[in-house]
């Protein structure tokens, strides 16, 4: 008889460390990983002209329900935690997601002036829509009406402060064992990655783990950019009242 596998699904906007903490996650020897699975569905439904539009169409399901009985399905491989990557603009009005309760998931977050800077080096133009936390705020509400009580949030700035201490907290509140292998991984692309991975993932690709360090000043923002920023902050700072947060080492 087999047993379902502990789904864990990771909701953050663009312009986090998301594919870091997928690989930490995919280092894991128990686990298997799937990376914006909602990607082609969200790409067929908006029309919009991302870099490799075609190729992520291609890739993936276009239809949202088909993608949701592959989350709610057997994980790859067998292994007994699937790890889902998921952006949450991805989740358009429409799309279901009374599956979510078959997962535990999990709310990455990220200060919005640090998000909509980094965003600004990939993009001309960006909208509040775009890094997904005012989504993020809705799925969160929704999840915590479900569970009777806040659901699971980390903070990315806690990972990057200290990596084995917020890791540490953050598989203690899903119920799993931590494991060192979180910490680094080879250097180098995974096939669990996106096909879009080319354009998206050099740095992560350069990568071999994380490493603790300071944050950084905030960025200088534009008068334009620096509005969407304010009007994230909100949703944000509301999430933010509800991270885990590791003993520092």
């Known amino acids: 008889m087999s047993t379902a596998p502990l789904r864990i699904a990771m909701w953050s906007g663009p312009r986090n460390i998301s594919t870091a903490m997928m690989r930490s996650f995919g280092n894991r020897i128990d686990a298997a990983v799937i990376d914006e699975p909602f990607y082609a569905s969200y790409l067929a439904a908006t029309g919009l002209n991302h870099p490799m539009r075609e190729e992520v169409l291609r890739s993936q399901p276009t239809d949202w329900r088909k993608v949701v009985a592959m989350l709610t399905g057997p994980s790859p491989h067998g292994a007994p935690i699937f790890y889902q990557k998921h952006m949450t603009h991805h989740m358009?009005?429409?799309?279901?997601?009374?599956?979510?309760?078959?997962?535990?998931?999990?709310?990455?977050?990220?200060?919005?002036?640090?998000?909509?800077?980094?965003?600004?080096?990939?993009?001309?133009?960006?909208?509040?829509?775009?890094?997904?936390?005012?989504?993020?705020?809705?799925?969160?509400?929704q999840e915590a009406s479900r569970l009777g009580r806040a659901p699971i949030v980390i903070d990315a700035a806690d990972v990057s402060a200290a990596p084995r201490a917020t890791l540490q907290a953050l598989c203690s509140a899903i119920g799993i064992a931590f494991s060192e292998k979180m910490l680094h991984w080879p250097k180098g692309p995974r096939a669990s990655d996106g096909v879009w991975a080319p354009v998206w993932y050099g740095q992560v690709e350069q990568s071999t783990g994380f490493v603790a360090k300071v944050r950084s000043a905030p960025p200088v923002l534009s008068d334009q950019i620096a509005s969407i920023a304010d009007a994230a902050r909100p949703y944000y700072e509301r999430l933010s009242c509800w991270k885990i947060v590791g003993a520092l080492q």
């Open 92 to 141: 358009l009005p429409g799309m279901g997601t009374e599956w979510m309760a078959a997962c535990c998931n999990v709310f990455l977050i990220r200060r919005p002036d640090e998000v909509v800077a980094s965003y600004m080096d990939k993009h001309d133009e960006i909208a509040l829509t775009d890094i997904g936390v005012v989504r993020q705020a809705e799925l969160f509400d």
